[in-house]
């Protein structure tokens, strides 16, 4: 045998006495004549006769993957042509069939396209050794040419494309990019997993050969993520210097995710045990986190679950639950509020169903305007539990020079319509101008007298010293000189070369900077 998914096959094409192919299979490794074999053996459900096959083991083992294999490039020596031709017809016409069986009617095809020589259209004679075999061929002799063989190849391959790959085991490797960081060969593809800028985006977006595929909040149960790389281990390590503070603080920084986030907490004035409690009942081994540089503001999203909402705010009740709830802790001091986050893209007229039914009608004009230039969507809404407070997120992809230029102008007729401060209006400009471009979510804010004259703006920039240099920009010298501490606190408590995004809010008052970082 080639591999043991060649074996269990043979198997299943050797009935026992009264026909059943069933037996409780159990194995076992032993030498027949000083060579290695592999011993299958156990009863016939059926009948209990003992069955048995022993099979040489190959020389090497082949790779595991994620589709069905049944041999490398050598032929089968178990199963002729005809053999594997009546395997994958039967496995392509179950109903109702699963990806599985259509991968293996795949992979069967595969076994008789094995047997064509170079130069000749047809399979030869001697790939038919059963009588079986031989009966399949002779029913429709043109099912094995060269061409037609590669016809049926094709039409499975394209089935399997439309199958939903989150359904699936898929064993992920990492690619080296931070940004395109996983990539997996599966039915017949060659598919890479993006990481966005969540929660403003989806988490990961599937890619097929360059095409997406498909936006996914969670990593699928079915797949197996790799271990981090050494490369990044080792960038996370203290390294022993004195170019940046923040590497004294990495070198003596907490090791847990409770004790970092403990020491964030701590740092911020922060109900300590309460927000522990929650995180201790989403036993996650990674949380999202938004932290303020100038306010004791902060933030922490969760996966929804019942007992979550109640470790944070006893007795408050979810209402109807999105199709994709979560869970959003917003810090502030010794204040507490938390709401319910539905990722997603939706219409307006959908997205502001977050806020009192009273002041939906001026915020859909709002929302509607930011949806409506740049190639805005809306990508996540949030609903307050605690307070009459609602966000919505609108996510604007890279643009050109003069497409951002386009953007700035009309981004600031709708803070002038919301009443944000003039003052804050140039400001936002000035940093806006020093992106380039770069990604960016706006999330404008409804409370019970409506439309909110605030607006957050998160950009896809991941440079601490980015974030400092906003700070300088927006706040007087000691707050900045304050802001910058925070931010060197933060990297160093959680040991982090980069946060995942930058984000710079308008609000009446001062405005505030923030980091969005990942707790490990």
């Known amino acids: 045998m080639r591999t043991s998914a060649e074996a269990h096959m043979y198997m299943d094409q050797q009935p026992c006495t009264c026909g059943d192919i069933e037996f409780d299979r159990q194995s076992a490794v032993m030498t027949d004549g000083g060579v290695l074999c592999s011993r299958y053996f156990g009863k016939c459900r059926t009948c209990g006769t003992m069955r048995e096959f022993i099979f040489e083991l190959p020389p090497t083992q082949l790779p595991v993957t994620n589709q069905v294999e049944f041999g490398g490039r050598d032929t089968s020596r178990l199963l002729d042509a005809g053999q594997w031709m009546a395997i994958s ?11 599985d069986d259509l991968d293996i009617a795949r992979a069967a095809v595969e076994e008789v396209i094995k047997f064509l020589r170079n130069g000749v259209e047809g399979v030869p004679d001697t790939a038919f050794w059963t009588e079986r075999g031989r009966a399949v061929r002779d029913r429709e002799p043109a099912r094995f040419r060269r061409s037609r063989l ?20 898929v ?46 909040d ?42 970092r986030l403990t020491r964030i907490l701590e740092e911020r004035g922060a109900p ?42 006893p007795g408050v009740s979810a209402g109807t639950l999105p199709s994709r709830p979560m869970l959003k802790l917003f810090v502030d001091g010794d204040q507490l509020h938390v709401a319910l986050a539905a990722v997603g893209k939706v219409a307006p007229s959908e997205a502001v169903d977050v806020a009192p039914e009273p002041t939906r009608a001026a915020w859909v004009d709002v929302v509607s305007a930011m949806h409506g230039f740049a190639d805005g969507r809306i990508s ?36 002038w319509r919301l ?58 010298e000691d707050a900045a000189r304050g802001g910058a501490a925070m931010l060197g606190m933060l990297a160093g408590t959680l040991e982090a070369e980069k946060m995942r995004s930058l984000q710079l809010v308008l609000r009446p008052g001062a405005p505030d900077v923030g980091a969005l970082v990942m707790l490990k």
Request: charged content about 25%.
């Open 150 to 169: 590669a016809a049926i190849l094709d039409v499975y391959r394209k089935q399997l494309a439309k199958y939903d790959l989150t359904q699936i085991a």
């Open 171 to 216: 064993v992920w490797k990492h690619t080296g990019d931070a940004q395109v960081p996983y990539t997996a060969d599966a039915r017949s593809r060659r598919f890479t997993i993006r990481i966005n800028d969540f929660p403003a985006e989806p988490m990961y977006t599937l890619i097929a050969e360059g095409r997406e595929l498909q936006d996914l």
């Open 89 to 99: 017809e039967y496995y392509a016409k179950l109903e109702p069939g699963t990806p």
């Open 419 to 476: 009443g944000v401060a003039p003052s804050q209006r140039e400001m936002w400009k000035s940093v806006h101008s020093s992106m380039r471009g770069v990604a960016v979510t706006v999330t404008t804010v409804c409370t019970d007298g409506g439309p909110a004259p605030e607006l957050a703006f998160t950009y896809g920039t991941a440079d601490w010293d980015e974030a400092v240099r906003v700070c300088k920009l927006v706040a007087s």
């Open 380 to 415: 996540s809404r949030i609903r307050f539990l605690t307070q009459p407070r609602s966000t919505i997120d609108v996510f604007y992809q890279a643009r050109s020079q003069d497409a951002d230029a386009r953007f700035a102008t009309s981004m600031d007729q709708v803070a």
């Open 218 to 259: 969670d990593w699928p149960s079915a797949w197996v993520m790799p271990d981090p790389p050494q490369q990044l281990l080792d960038l996370l390590k203290p390294r022993k210097t004195e170019a940046d503070p923040r590497v004294h603080r990495a070198m003596s920084a907490p090791r847990t995710q409770l004790q």
């Open 272 to 313: 300590v045990r309460l927000v522990l409690r929650a995180v201790e009942a989403a036993n996650e081994p990674s949380l999202y986190m938004e932290v303020s540089a100038l306010s004791r503001r902060m933030t922490l999203l969760f996966p929804y679950r019942a007992e979550i909402l109640e470790a944070l705010a």
